[in-house]
T-cell receptor, first 116, second 110 residues
Framework: GAVVSQHPSWVICKSGTSVKIECRSLDFQATTMFWYRQFPKQSLMLMATSNEGSKATYEQGVEKDKFLINHASLTLSTLTVTSAHPEDSSFYIC????????????FGPGTRLTVL | QKEVEQDPGPLSVPEGAIVSLNCTYSNSAFQYFMWYRQYSRKGPELLMYTYSSGNKEDGRFTAQVDKSSKYISLFIRDSQPSDSATYLCAMSEGNTPLVFGKGTRLSVIA
């Protein structure tokens, strides 16, 4: 299967700071990447669809000014949580389809964010 | 009614048992069906990917899709303690975001 990496794997920050999470497709190009959030013992919640070279598409209820997404290349998408607060503490996971428009999605290992 | 329903469990079985995991869905437009395994504090790992109705087998895993009943299953034969994880079903109409079930927590007891 395809490999998707995320960095960092975990981060602890103070309330009010911004945190950037990187998602990379290591052995394939991804024109689209997806960002999910997962709370303990809950399923994955789609936050936004990241499109290379264009604006991200956000799901209803997700603040685009708080969760900034940049998909600057075919192998890298970043999610920046701006002015993080304790309620933003969660497990953030990205995924990418192996082929453009494909349905087989491969997930990164996730980033655990804790906001103090 | 949620688009995808999945019993959250937990499901506990002895080592060597056959495990049956299931999801039902309401959207008849779903055509692509996936099963993911997620270990604690890890990203989901794609186990099985099927298109439309039918069966697919890969080692100890068998995925079944019955579109007429809007029902999909994952069978695990000769279950091992290392199979203990949360299993998520996911589905898509095609070229659309995946819709996930809540996941079923499985424990295989040695």
């Amino acid at each position: 299967g395809a490999v998707v990496s995320q960095h960092p794997s975990w981060v602890i920050c103070k309330s009010g700071t911004s945190v950037k999470i990187e998602c990379r497709s290591l052995d394939f190009q991804a024109t689209t990447m997806f960002w999910y959030r997962q709370f303990p013992k809950q399923s994955l919640m789609l936050m936004a669809t990241s499109n290379e070279g264009s604006k991200a598409t956000y799901e209803q209820g997700v603040e685009k000014d708080k969760f900034l997404i940049n998909h600057a290349s075919l192998t890298l998408s970043t999610l920046t949580v701006t002015s993080a607060h304790p309620e933003d503490s969660s497990f953030y996971i990205c995924s990418a389809p192996l082929r453009a428009g494909g349905n087989e999605q491969f997930f990164g290992p996730g980033t655990r964010l804790t906001v103090l | 009614q949620k688009e995808v329903e999945q019993d959250p469990g937990p499901l506990s079985v002895p080592e060597g048992a056959i495990v049956s995991l299931n999801c039902t869905y309401s959207n008849s437009a779903f055509q692509y069906f996936m099963w993911y395994r997620q270990y604690s504090r890890k990203g989901p790992e794609l186990l099985m990917y099927t298109y439309s109705s039918g069966n697919k087998e890969d080692g100890r895993f068998t995925a079944q899709v019955d579109k007429s009943s809007k029902y999909i299953s994952l069978f695990i034969r000769d279950s091992q303690p290392s199979d203990s994880a949360t299993y998520l079903c996911a589905m898509s109409e095609g070229n659309t975001p995946l819709v996930f079930g809540k996941g079923t927590r499985l424990s295989v007891i040695a």
